[in-house]
């Protein structure tokens, strides 16, 4: 098991003014971040990359895609930008050393038809996500696509929905992931979505029904942290929560209060329960 820690409570666009950060998330006893890749070229994250390696960090990254470029278009000139925005991350990725690429990069955030994601819908995202599937094999980096709840997508919502797609994709270089955060409001339990994406796992967030620190809301966090175990996991395990750091995310995930006395707060108990729970 590996740790990280989401550095979109600080930033959507890690430069050096936040290498402090880095060292900081790095002495604290983590054995990466995840880094957001929402815009630059992959000089720029080359760059970042020697930092990383300079501290002894690892990286996974999160991406999203907006309407521009939204892989269930009906409009086929929409889904080939897709395909080109997801490998211009994946190429990003790899200035990284990146080894997941993980977030909801199958439909635009908080975009909604009014009804259930179609058949035809479901067949578009497996045809452009096997493309981007295929395009990170050659760096060999591992996509893992990310289920939310209901108030910010519906496209993908559930475990199930996550195993059906990647069954659908179905390449080796595209797993799902798990956020205890989003289970919180859509499943009936930590325990039985987990189990249900076990065989495809890839990447697991660490995110409190608020948001805020990691073991201080109402997440089922023995039940979580038992069945990952059940079901020997062993990848990353990333600590995302958001502040009103940044106010276009802040507005996007709804998050109108400060939820945490500190970011170091955040991170370092964080860690702590990651660290108490899977002993």
Not at 72 to 100: F, H, M, Q, T, Y
Not at 114 to 131: H, I, M, S, Y
Request: glycine content about 6%; hydrophobic content about 40%; some cysteine.
């Amino acid at each position: 098991m590996k740790t990280g820690m989401n550095l979109l409570l600080w930033t959507g666009h890690v430069t050096e003014e936040h290498y402090p950060i880095l060292a900081d998330i790095k002495a604290t006893g983590f054995d990466g971040v995840e880094i957001p890749i929402f815009g630059g070229d992959p000089d720029h994250y080359a760059k970042i990359k020697k930092e990383l390696d300079r501290l002894g960090l690892k990286c996974t990254t999160v991406t999203v895609v907006g309407p521009e470029h939204n892989p269930i278009s009906p409009d086929a000139a929409i889904r080939k930008a897709a395909v080109e925005r997801l490998k211009w991350a994946i190429d990003c990725n790899a200035a990284l050393g990146a080894e997941n690429m993980v977030g909801p990069f199958h439909s635009p955030l908080a975009v909604f038809s009014g009804v259930p994601p179609t058949e035809d819908e479901k067949k578009r995202a497996a045809e452009v996500l096997r493309q981007a599937a295929e395009y990170a094999a050659q760096v060999k980096l591992q996509l893992c696509i990310e289920y939310l709840n209901r108030f910010e997508c519906y496209f993908l919502t559930t475990a199930q929905d996550a195993l059906a797609l990647v069954r659908a994709v179905d390449h080796p270089n595209f797993k799902t992931m798990f956020d205890t955060f989003h289970a919180h409001i859509e499943e009936k339990s930590q325990a039985g979505p987990i189990r249900t994406v076990a065989p495809v796992l890839g990447h697991v967030h660490i995110s409190e029904n608020d948001r805020g620190t990691p073991g201080t809301g109402q997440v089922r966090w023995d039940e979580a942290f038992a069945t990952l175990k059940e079901v020997q996991y062993d990848g990353w395990m990333v600590i995302e929560a958001f502040g009103r750091a940044l106010p276009d995310l802040a507005a996007a995930t709804r998050v109108w209060r400060d939820l945490f006395p500190s970011a170091k707060q955040v991170y370092t108990d964080g860690l702590k329960l990651i660290q108490s729970k899977w002993k």
